[in-house]
Structure formats: C-alpha cells, structure tokens
C-alpha cells in the first residue's frame, strides 16, 4: 500500500486549508478565535490567489493541443 502526500506549499493544500479555515470560522463562537482564525485564512487566501495566478499563466502559456487533451474534473472536498 502507498501513501499519496500531497506537498506542503502546493496549491492543492491551500484550497483544503482555505477550504478547512473557512468552515471552522462559521462555527466557531469565540470572537477571539474568530478573529484568529479570520486573520489566518486571509494569509492562506492571498497566498492561494497568488498560486492561482501562477496556474492561469502556466495555462495560457500551454499550446492549444494540450489544453483540448486535457479533462479535468472539479476537486471534490
């Protein structure tokens, strides 16, 4: 059996840590973790949009027949 890890700077684990910091500041109750948690999610959201703009460069960038071969599906969480 193999084990995947995915990279702790890729974009892939910012989409979860975005993803996951986002649900845990609508349920939680204390505004100071609230503030925390709010605080920490607009660090790993800008680094996350940075990392999007990188991805559309590399895309535009990419020929034309690549982009045609390519199906990509939507990540489920």
């Known amino acids: 059996m193999t084990v995947k890890v995915t990279p702790p700077n890729s974009i892939k684990m910012f989409?979860?840590?975005?993803?996951?910091?986002a649900k845990?500041?609508?349920r939680e109750k204390n505004p100071i973790c609230r503030m925390n948690l709010a605080l920490q999610l607009a660090d790993v959201a800008t680094t996350l949009a940075r990392l999007e703009v990188e991805e559309a460069r590399k895309?535009?960038?990419?020929?034309?027949?690549?982009?045609?071969?390519d199906s990509m599906?939507?990540?489920?969480f």
């Open 73 to 76: 599906e939507p990540e489920k």
């Open 59 to 69: 895309f535009q960038q990419e020929p034309a027949s690549v982009e045609a071969s």
């Open 15 to 21: 989409r979860y840590r975005v993803h996951f910091l």
């Open 24 to 26: 845990d500041l609508w």
